[in-house]
């Protein structure tokens, strides 16, 4: 017997993007169910179980946080907002409403893979093998002994970076807020320290990135937060690393068209 496929509830009004990402996840074996509106959206996301679920923010009948901020009352499902508002305030409200992870229109198809495969790899990895050594870079973390290398050199964390640490592991890829990362290492009542959170990421990269002033997997996103790649910054260009096909698509969004244009080829 096969496993069925992995659904994906994608909540989009516009007709064009719904092909581009439709067609996208089904390249990688999704069932992709499509919702017009808000409210069609939050029906299908309680009926049809959705594995995973692209959330548009500008629907007709009202805002995708809206639906993001009722859907994380009663599931955990991974949501990837998809929007053409490119303000930081958005991303930081979605985010902090439960969204996995945010693409700002146009975005390539590489891109939208790499944030499906990092959101929906680490429900997986939610309570599986926690023995596992996690590894980036020449860095392994070894979670369960408290263990860190680099290079194969043991390297002592500070409790703070510890717990930064272990908190950027548990959401690998995905980006943290601020106030998240403020409020789930210092507490709630420090959502508003962002000097700390400097001050000890600075302290955190010196120990665990090749070349701190250019770090390769502890991200910053600008004005947002900051993200743990396990692959280096490239893994967002993306490609599927281990198959025979690379496939980079560019889609250029003007107002109501879409020219998306693919070019696969194969491996030599
Ligand atoms: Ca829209």
């Known amino acids: ?4 496929l992995p659904v994906a509830l994608l909540i989009e009004d516009e007709p ?10 089904e390249a990688q074996s999704w ?9 069609q959206g939050l029906t299908d996301a309680s009926t049809r179980r959705p ?38 305030h958005d991303k930081i409200e979605a985010l902090d409403a439960g969204a996995d992870d945010y693409l700002t229109k ?11 495969r990092a959101a929906t790899r680490r429900r997986q990895d939610l309570g599986t093998n926690p023995s596992a050594p996690f590894e980036f870079g020449d860095v392994s973390v070894d979670l369960g002994a408290r263990r860190v290398r680099k290079g194969g050199v043991p390297v002592h964390l500070t409790p703070i970076e510890d717990r930064l640490l272990c908190l950027l592991i548990a959401n690998e890829g995905r980006v ?9 290492v210092w507490g709630p009542s420090h959502v508003n ?6 001050v000890y990421m600075g302290h955190l990269r010196q120990k665990m990135e090749d070349d701190p002033a250019r770090p390769q997997h502890i991200i910053t996103e600008t004005a947002v937060g900051y993200r743990l790649v396990q692959k280096s910054k490239s893994w967002l260009r993306g490609g599927r690393r281990t198959g025979r096909v690379t496939a980079v698509f560019y889609a250029f969004f003007t107002r109501r068209q879409i020219i998306a244009t693919s070019i696969l080829h194969a491996n030599p």
């Not at 106030?179 to 789930?184: E, G, Y």
């Open 106 to 116: 146009p975005f390539g198809v590489g891109e939208l893979l790499a944030r499906v």
């Open 193 to 198: 320290d962002g000097h700390y959170l400097r």
């Open 51 to 88: 594995d995973l679920i692209v959330l548009d923010l500008g629907l007709p009948d009202g805002d995708g946080i809206d639906l993001l901020r009722d859907l994380r009352h009663w599931s955990k499902v991974p949501v990837i907002v998809l929007s053409g508002r490119v303000s930081e």
């Open 176 to 184: 943290l807020t601020h106030r998240q990362i403020l409020s789930d």
């Open 31 to 39: 069932l992709v169910h499509e919702a017009e509106i808000l409210k």
């Open 1 to 4: 017997m096969t496993d069925p």
């Open 16 to 25: 064009q993007i719904r092909r581009f990402v439709r067609a996208a996840l």
